[in-house]
């Protein structure tokens, strides 16, 4: 224990000591990312207006190896103003690149652009969110996404892993969803609660096959989440990023306001299985039941009745990055997020057209 | 540290070995269980309208050694459709006896009934509860009990126990209490809070003696909790009813939405000692202090004052099911936990006793 | 893990064993503590009525080492009842000194005082609050305090650092601010938080040189708390006093309601790093960003701009008790936590001076 402990101590001091070592191997990968307003639909009949990082909710998977250089250039498209904090990195000897408006850096003005360069110098399960008006901004507005780093030595246990799945939960508030500016008051409660930016059934099944080791990194986005798998034990083995040296078996997994806990599951029991937030206040879409951060994981080659919530439901396999995940490196968009553009924006867009074709004409 | 995370990640497949050679041990419990419409009192002065199983809230101890074979015929008497979800079981293969909704089954309407048939393949603390509109069956209306499960291999410290007792924390809506169909939403708040449906100084002081090894079983089963023991560190042995590999002490334990987590705790140091949750709305009964999810650790032969809030008090020895935790296998009905008939069932029970009588006469 | 955990449960036996053969080195401290009708200002704009030990929130440090015994005479100098609850002791053997009203002692009426004697059995972050009606007494008024008692046998980890800092996380409500006896009901709503008594912007800075081992005690007084610290990660080393058997890193850090988590970071990673409670409703000032329970570490030696939040801000450096934490036992009051006498006794003491002096005249 005490040799472990050391052993942890000097982590900051070895990374750097492999970093010099490896330096041969590291990266610099460039990104552009926009802040846009958009609409997201959490399910019909709830939207909601969110500056959507690359349009989309959550924001795109950015992708790197543990030691790479990122250079993100963030261009605010919206009509407030913004930053982007790298929850979980490091940022040693740059500071500045840490995201806080007023500390750190100015905010990011409507129209203006800045350039974070970092090395991402901790592995794990990261994420990134705005850090200008946290509770309305962060809160209620979408600004926040995935940011997986490759460590550079993997547990034994996450060797074994053949299938990712990234699930962030959480909160909206109907009374604020259409208004910029408004919302956060910590008096108010949310009213809808969801998973990747979707409440339950506009959530997707997560399709495993028997043999599955999978692991979900679960993200306490913007609320506090109780994960609950049915029929398996969940092995919690991270928590924010890095490995526990004794990790313990589950049924609830707890995780606080902007922390993440990784689990791995072996799926060696076919079914059809709810899976979902365990706070009953997240279980409803406005007290419309059933609803909420709730999802279902569906094995391969089970049968379904005719009565079976989903049945013939039109699949999109990338709702919880599984497909993106098998990507390399980079910043990924993710279609299935995607938000749509105000109406306004349509509606402008539509005369365009229309004032176009009357030209032609 | 490897070998024993491959010794659990094994855990599955050697249970199977397992129970396939000690199939021969392996029992087969039938059981029957209802739902009924109840009102139960929470403490003078505030009741609610319940659907409690087998007519009591907590529902009725479930007992049985690991692997053992269960089959429970629930009857709906009640008004509304219900299931029953057997939290922590892993159902392997019999995901559809998994008790949800549109997923595994359909839902089980007034005056019907279903079977549920499965193994208990996994020990430990595990409970039941409905999976229909969970935000008001579960959350405000009492549909959940425990279900514990002997282990066959139990660990050292466990052998060790002398005393069981089970707390389940919940919390209850006044302002929706005596109406079925109505409160769950996400923006109402709970104003009683409770140990085993009562609300302090409605709960029953626990008595000990010195020198006894007590297991407390803490149930989260509508509310998170922040369980705190006044005189005594408790050693954190259990999560979700599995031992964990490294055991913690702790005075303040947080259980989540849905958890459990088991604490053990020497008896050695006499005295009287209040217990509750440490969540400060969780301690007041509609405002009104003290109340909440509140109770007394009372010591065998220690003497109390004349100002004793518990002076006098009319004791059950059964409220945290210490004595029913001594029996066998099986379902167990908990006196103390019965709820009442409602008001208009009691008036034409009278009615009809009348008629009878005036008919005799 | 067997060994370790005999030797835990042997524990208490050990200490008791321990407590004999070092009786000689023990000390036997004698203190004077008040509760006090003032008021508190949380953060410009916004004052609270609290009932303040020794006049101010958090109330003193008391400082000890293990095996000491303390002697506190409690005068109430408010206008309604009170206890102290020395959170985290045993109280082995003094039980009536665990301040619980009508449990343990009947609560101490304005005027009155209570003498309280016992041995500080249990090293580590311990704390003290009232036990009466604690929704509004220690959830609103500030009626709670850090009690820190060296352990007999630090880890190895411990000796290490070099800084302390005790970080109290609380909530306020503005509507029942300023009129003792309300408030506390289960279904309001905090709208201030706070680290010590302050919201940011209220709040200091905590400064700190590379080189830097430091221990932040974080104490979940009145909320619960998701501790984020940016640009490192924290090795989360003990839970409500006790070291863990096995570490953990983290960048958020749990602490439930009424629990202490210490964690231990080394400061190798120059910069200017915010800190905070995560949850997103305790970043805000009644809705007003940035604000809550916010705060900010500054590396010695790294330059700011001119924009930065706190840029020439007049520096309190005891405000996280790193320099009382350097004096040995006794009670330390901190200056900086002093309340405010009420307008009603400023004017009253005004009215006394003015005709003290028209008397002179």
Redesign the interface.
Known sequence: ??LC?LR??K??TVIFTIFASQIVNAETLKFDMTIEEMVKEVTPGFTNKVWAFNGQVPGPLIRAKEGDRLIITVQNNSTLAHTV?W??T???NS??M?G?P???Q?AIQPGDSFVYDFIVD?PGSLWYHC?V????H??LRGMWGPMIIDPKEPT??EKEVTKEAIMMFSGWNSEVAMEYGKG????E?????SINGKSFPSTQPLRVKEGDVLRIRLFAA???A?Y?L????V?VTH????P???????????V?????VDVIV?M???????NHD???????N??K??GGAVT?IEYEG?ETEE???WKGKEYQPDFYMSETMKKGSGIHNVDVYKAKAPESDRRKRKKKRKSKKSKAE
């Open positions: 224990m005490k402990l942890k101590f982590y900051l904090h929850h979980g490091f940022q040693t500071w500045k840490d806080v007023g500390v750190t100015k901790k850090h008006n946290v509770p309305e962060v809160g034994d246990i956060g008051h910590p008096q409660l949310n009213d809808y609660f913007t609320v506090e109780a609950h049915h029929g398996h034990d092995l928590k924010d990023g890095l526990l040296d004794s990790p313990y078996w589950a049924d609830v997994v707890h606080p306001s902007g922390g993440r072996r060696n029991n076919p079914g059809i299985w709810i365990h706070i009953e206040a997240h279980t409803s406005a007290g039941m059933p279902i089970v009565w079976y919530k």
